[in-house]
C-alpha cells in the first residue's frame, strides 16, 4: 500500500508498490474473478480502505450480502470515492473509483437495500480490511 501522502506518480512507481493484481485492478479496470476476494464473506466490525493509497472507504456496518460475488456496500464513507460513466465491454455502468488515488474499485448498481439504494460492488483487490 503506498502512503496516502506520498502517491506515486507515475505508472511505474504504482508497480512497485502494487501486487500485480492490485495494479490490474486499480490502476487498469480489472475486475477479479467471481466468489474468488478475500473479503466476500467478511463479516466482522471495521473499516475498508484503498489497497493503493490507504484511504477509508467503507464501513463494515454498510456491507451486505449479496450473493453476486463480489463484496457489496450500500454506501461509502462522505467523499471518500468519484463515479464515472464507463461504456467498456458494450455496457454503460457507474464506475466507483478512490477520491484520494483514482483507483478503480468496481461499480454501483441502483438495485442496493435501504437506505440508499445502491450496491457498491467493490473488488476485494482493491481494498485492505481494518479491524475496529
Keep these: 500500500m ?16 502494487l501486487t500485480d493484481e492490485e495494479y490490474e485492478v486499480l490502476r487498469e479496470q480489472g ?10 464473506g467478511k463479516d466482522d466490525d471495521g473499516v475498508y480502505r484503498c489497497a493503493g493509497c490507504g484511504a477509508d472507504l467503507f464501513d463494515s456496518e454498510t456491507k451486505y450480502d449479496t450473493n453476486s460475488g463480489w463484496p457489496s456496500f450500500y454506501d ?26 483514482g483507483g478503480h474499485l468496481g461499480h454501483v ?24
Design 31 to 40: 475486475t477479479e474473478p467471481k466468489f474468488s476476494g478475500d473479503y466476500l
Design 76 to 101: 461509502a464513507k462522505e467523499g471518500a470515492v468519484e463515479l464515472r460513466e464507463d461504456r467498456s465491454h458494450g455496457m454503460v455502468r457507474t464506475e466507483v473509483v478512490c477520491a484520494e488515488c
Design 2 to 17: 503506498a502512503d496516502t501522502h506520498e502517491l506515486p506518480e507515475t505508472d511505474e512507481e504504482w508497480r512497485e508498490v
Design 109 to 132: 448498481f441502483d438495485d442496493g437495500p435501504d437506505p440508499t439504494g445502491k450496491r457498491f460492488c467493490m473488488n476485494s483487490v482493491a481494498l485492505e480490511f481494518d479491524e475496529e
